[in-house]
């Protein structure tokens, strides 16, 4: 019980300093954001509200201001499930990056951060 609350605690920590700290959102000339919101469609990050990986990444979406559509794979049985079932396992940050008819399900926040930067930061 002790230590779901400790738990508990420090994960509304984290999204306290990930509130008080959130960086700026990247400008862009309209037309250059109606690229990068359509390019975002086919995004989807599965998450957990808490998990510092996924304040991470929540974070780097916001600083190239890439609208992303999120999914709570903790307390939505039904995300949770489409991660495992399609994704193939319970972990997250999970970024469904939909291109070409096809899906890929990246993992680990380094990878998926290195992934958007090199997409977006130029745009």
């Known amino acids: 019980m002790f230590v779901k609350a400790l738990r508990v605690g420090l994960g509304?920590?984290?999204?306290?300093?990930?509130?008080?700290?959130?960086?700026?959102?990247?400008?862009?000339?309209?037309?250059?954001?109606?690229q990068v919101d359509a390019a975002a469609k086919d995004l989807t990050l599965y998450q957990f509200n808490a998990c510092p990986f996924c304040v991470k990444t929540r974070r780097t979406l916001r600083r190239l201001n890439v609208p992303v559509a999120l999914k709570d794979a903790k307390n939505n049985e039904q995300d949770r499930q489409t991660l495992l079932e399609q994704g193939g396992r319970i972990k997250v940050p999970c970024l469904r990056i939909e291109e070409n008819g096809q899906t890929t399900w990246m993992y680990e926040s380094k990878v998926i951060i290195d992934y958007l930067d090199k997409r977006f930061a130029a745009a």
């Open 12 to 34: 509304q920590l984290v999204i306290f300093v990930d509130f008080i700290t959130r960086p700026g959102k990247k400008k862009r000339p309209a037309a250059a954001q109606a």
